[in-house]
Structures are given as C-alpha cells and as structure tokens.
C-alpha cells in the first residue's frame, strides 16, 4: 500500500533556531517528493518539489533533501520565524493513469514561540 | 483574484441533506483536483478533471459523491444524502497540466463541511 510517514508529528521550538523535519515513503511508482506548508484554516502551499534525481532543493530559509535509495525526505528550516507555524506536509506523486497522483502525510504540526 | 477560490468557505447541513460545494480554479488550468482533509490528516485524493474530462473518480468514497465540471472550468461537487462522517475540509486544487510534467498543484482555501 502506498504510504507517506512524518515525523515528529508536532514541534515546538524557539524562535530563531533551526528544525528538521522527517518523511519516509513506501511509493511505487514514484514521480517526485514535494512539500507543502499550510496554515491554520487555509490551503497548502508548495515549497519545493524533488524529482529523483535530485537530492536537494532550497526555497529561502526552506532546505528539502531526498534519498531516493532509502526513500527518505527531510525537510530543514533554517532560523525559524513566528510565521513558520505551520503544518508541513510531505507529499509523494505517483504516476497513475496518465497523471502525477498525489499521496499526502499526516503532517508535523510546527509552533515557533518567541 | 489570481487563486482557486472555493465556496462557501464553510457549510453546515443537517443529516440527510445534500450540499454542493464549488471550485473556480485558475484561469487556463487545464487539471482540477478534489481532495478530503479530515481533522489532523493530510489530504486525501477525491477525483481528477483534465478540462471537462472526469479521468478519475476512484477515491470518491460513495455513490452520494458527484462532481463535475461541465464547461473545463469551475467545478462543483456535491454530497447526497450526508452524513456525519462527510464532515471534513474539503479542497480544490488546479495546475497547468498534469502527466508526465511536473507541476505544482495550487489549493483553495477549502470548504470547512459540518454535518450535524
């Protein structure tokens, strides 16, 4: 069965440090490895997307890491601000009748205090 | 506006009622998705539209489920005969185009369903 893991499941850290943030997938076939950040009462909203061949990719303060061999994904955030509380979501695509299929983690929930 | 918009942004029904719930994706968005987000979970896969094309419906979990999207744009799906368990986030999502491309999906906002 295809299936997304997140770990920890919440964090909380202090303003200012960094967090990183796990994901493990069991996804056949797989397309890409993207996470998303989505805030309290709203949509997601992508970070980065990976592809294979790709073992890591940045976005500002946002560091995403794939082992493809392992089928591990983390995600690092560098010098965290009050606005990266947020829920983060691992997502895997999966190709499947034509199209990029997605399957979702549950999530780590982040709280940055100040 | 630029994003996917979905209404209403929230719905209460009673049981037994049918509700309807509406996307208007990006202009020029060729794929609409429709996605299941229970308390504390991800998302979940609903339905796939590529323009007015219905190519996948297998994660509709009844046949009170139905979506369309007659004209390749907006989008509404609709619940029959709801139930408790229906109570859920539900969002949209719209990219250019799917396949073999890599492109990322852009959401709604959702619609917060509560059934009582």
């Known amino acids: 069965k295809n299936q997304v893991e997140q770990s920890p499941q919440s964090l909380i850290i202090l303003e200012g440090k960094n967090c990183t943030l796990q994901c493990n997938y069991t996804v056949s076939p797989f397309s890409n490895l993207r996470w998303y950040k989505q805030d309290t009462g709203r949509g997601p909203v992508s970070l980065t997307i990976?592809?294979?061949?790709?073992n890591t990719k940045s976005n500002g303060r946002y560091t995403a890491t794939l082992d493809a061999d392992t089928k591990q994904s983390s995600l690092h955030i560098t010098a965290s601000q009050l606005s990266d509380s947020a829920s983060y979501i691992c997502?895997?695509?999966?190709?499947?009748?034509?199209?990029?299929?997605?399957?979702f983690g549950a999530g780590t929930r982040l709280a940055v205090h100040p | 506006g630029a994003g996917v918009s979905q209404s209403p942004r929230y719905k209460v029904a009673k049981r037994g009622q049918d509700v309807a719930l509406r996307c208007d994706p990006i202009?020029?968005?060729?794929?609409l998705f429709w996605y299941q987000q229970a308390l504390g979970q991800g998302p979940e896969f609903l339905t796939y539209?590529?323009?007015?094309?219905?190519?996948?419906k297998s994660g509709l979990p009844s046949d009170r489920f139905f979506a369309e999207r007659p004209e390749g744009s907006v989008s509404t799906l609709k619940i029959q005969r709801t139930q408790q368990e229906d109570s859920a986030v539900y969002l949209c999502?719209?990219?250019?185009?799917?396949?073999?491309?890599?492109?990322?999906?852009?959401f709604g906002d959702g619609t917060r369903l509560s059934i009582l």
């Open positions: 999502a719209s990219s250019l185009l799917q396949g073999a491309e890599v492109q990322p999906q852009h």
């Open positions: 539209f590529q323009n007015e094309a219905q190519l996948d």
């Open positions: 997502v895997v695509s999966s190709v499947s009748g034509g199209y990029n299929k997605l399957i």
């Open positions: 990976m592809t294979f061949s790709e």
């Open positions: 202009s020029g968005h060729v794929s």
